[in-house]
């Protein structure tokens, strides 16, 4: 089975083809992040825009003649209400153009599916702990297989990787703030500044992430933000929030007899992150997506639209809607 996936949830215009699941045949991402570095982050309205002017170029570039098209996979959310639109009208012309089904898939689910889909289906281990860290998303999740899971934990506040962009912004860092700010903690010194991440008293597996980041602009004020003072201070800040998240999964998989971890979500390019989940869940096997595959992509959102429409082979209508707001259960 061939799919078309298409993503446009925030500020991102995406298309791809997957067969079967896992066969990335192309695989085309459009950034408008050029433009929202202007203000500092994400410009709802000029996203939007930015997916009507991208979205075709995309989807030419996406399509591979000679190639026939059998289902059609497009985020349903959660997302930007306007940049959901774009995409998901643009799914619905093309199912009614080619008289092909259409499937809504959770981009949320589909970060988590992203570290899945190198590996042939014999391979997947389950119950498994999944882990998806990105600038809109911030959770843990028991895994028993593809479209069931138990939420474990999130965050209360902030995610991590919008976090990281608000630090990054506190030392004069760019836009988007991560892939900076983890160069500036390479210099750095994590052990010069004693941060705590935040504690959630119901659940001891939430996060929060909104006290470590009013902590680095406290610490700020007194100090002179010369590069070694802003590089220990990413540094401090990186291990903190690195360290919170590995001791929260460390207890989560205390809680089932799990099997694996898989990871998705942008702040999965980091690094150090990758060091310190691989010393504290030894000996467990960890799976990290491509890293073509962290950042928003309409590859995984096509690789899980063959699986949910193998286990409930019917299209959504075309009536179906987008949805700002969708929790991965």
Known sequence: MLVLGIETTCDETAASLVRDGH???????ASSADIHAL???VFPELACRRHIDALIPVLTQALIPGETI???????GPGLIGAL???????????????KPLIGINHVEAHLYSAFISFPQSDWLFPSLGIVLSG?????????GIGQYELLGTTADDAIGEAFDKVATLLGLPYPGGPPL?????KGDPTRFSFSPGKVKKNPLNFSLSGLKTAVFYALQNLVLDEQNKADLAAAFQETAFTDVASKAAIAIQRFPCRGVYLGGGVCNNQRLKEILADRLSPLPIFWPPPELTLDNAAMIAGLGFHKFRQTPVSDPL?????TRIPVV
């Open 23 to 29: 066969e990335i045949l192309s695989n085309v991402v």
């Open 39 to 41: 203000y500092g982050g």
């Open 70 to 76: 059998d289902l059609i996979a497009v985020s349903k």
């Open 85 to 99: 639109l774009v995409g998901m009208q643009a799914a619905k012309g093309l199912s009614i153009a080619w008289h």
């Open 136 to 144: 809109g998303h911030t959770f843990l999740v028991k895994i028993s």
């Open 182 to 186: 983890e160069m500036l903690a390479r």
């Open 319 to 323: 009536d179906l809607d987008v949805q």
